[in-house]
T-cell receptor, first 113, second 115 residues
Framework: GNSVTQMEGPVTLSEEAFLTINCTYT??????LFWYVQYPGEGLQLLLK?????DKGSNKGFEATYRKETTSFHLEKGSVQVSDSAVYFC????????????FGQGTRLTINP | NAGVTQTPKFQVLKTGQSMTLQCAQD?????MYWYRQDPGMGLRLIYY???????DKGEVPNGYNVSRLNKREFSLRLESAAPSQTSVYFC??????????????FGPGTRLTVL
C-alpha cells in the first residue's frame, strides 16, 4: 500500500539556518504530494503541494520538488525563523475519488534565536 | 467563515464510557474525515465520508462509529472507550470529489484521555 517516510526528528536549528526535511514515498499510480504544518495547539494546515512529477510547490519561503525518479518530496527553506517552529507532515493522496491522505510520522522543528 | 469546528476541545472518560465527538464545516465541502494523532505515528484515518449519505472505513476503524448527519456535520462515536483510544482527534473536510489534489482543511482537534 501507499506509505510516506519522513526524516526522524526532532530537528533543532538556529535562526537563519538552512532547513531540509526529507520525505520519501511509496505509491502506485500518480499521487499528489503535500506538506502540512501544525503549530502548537492547532490543527494541520496546508503548507504546499505538488500534483505531478517535477512540479515545485512553494509557500512562505518553503519549497519542495516532486521527484518521481527518487520518489521524494523534500522540504527546504533557505533561512528559517523562530516562527517556523512547528511539526511538519509529509502526505500523499493517491486514490481517485476519495482524497484519502496518507501521512508521514511528522518532524518536530525547533528554531532557536 | 469558521472553517472546521470541533467539540469538545478536551474530554476525560473512564473505560467503558461512551461519547460523541462533533464536527461541522461551513465551506460546503462534500468530503469529511476523522483522524487520530498519536506520538510518532502521524495521523491515521479512522473513517471518512466522500459525500453526504456515504461513510467508509479508514485505516483504524475498530472501536468507532460515524454518522454523516448532513452535508455540514460528521460525528465520531466511541461506544465503549478504552485506554488505547487516548489520542488527539482531528476532523477535516475537502471540497472536490473525484480529484487527486484537493486540500483538506482541519479542525483544531479534540484531546481525549481514557482512564
Amino acid at each position: 500500500g501507499n506509505s510516506v517516510t519522513q526524516m526522524e526528528g526532532p530537528v533543532t536549528l538556529s535562526e537563519e539556518a538552512f532547513l531540509t526535511i526529507n520525505c520519501t514515498y511509496t505509491a502506485t499510480g500518480y499521487p499528489s504530494l503535500f506538506w502540512y504544518v501544525q503549530y502548537p495547539g492547532e490543527g494541520l494546515q496546508l503548507l504546499l503541494k505538488a500534483t505531478k512529477a517535477d512540479d515545485k510547490g512553494s509557500n512562505k519561503g518553503f519549497e519542495a520538488t516532486y521527484r518521481k525518479e527518487t520518489t521524494s518530496f523534500h522540504l527546504e527553506k533557505g533561512s528559517v525563523q523562530v516562527s517556523d517552529s512547528a511539526v511538519y507532515f509529509c502526505a500523499l493522496s493517491g486514490e481517485w475519488g476519495a482524497q484519502k491522505l496518507v501521512f508521514g510520522q511528522g518532524t518536530r522543528l525547533t528554531i532557536n534565536p | 467563515n469558521a472553517g472546521v469546528t470541533q467539540t469538545p476541545k478536551f474530554q476525560v472518560l473512564k473505560t467503558g464510557q461512551s461519547m460523541t465527538l462533533q464536527c461541522a464545516q461551513d465551506m460546503n465541502h462534500n468530503s469529511m474525515y476523522w483522524y487520530r494523532q498519536d506520538p510518532g505515528m502521524g495521523l491515521r484515518l479512522i473513517y471518512y465520508s466522500a459525500s453526504e449519505g456515504t461513510t467508509d472505513k479508514g485505516e483504524v476503524p475498530n472501536g468507532y462509529n460515524v454518522s454523516r448527519l448532513n452535508k455540514r456535520e460528521f460525528s465520531l462515536r466511541l461506544e465503549s472507550a478504552a485506554p488505547s483510544q487516548t489520542s488527539v482527534y482531528f476532523c477535516a473536510s475537502s471540497g472536490v470529489r473525484g480529484g487527486y489534489d484537493s486540500e483538506q482543511f482541519f479542525g483544531p482537534g479534540t484531546r481525549l484521555t481514557v482512564l
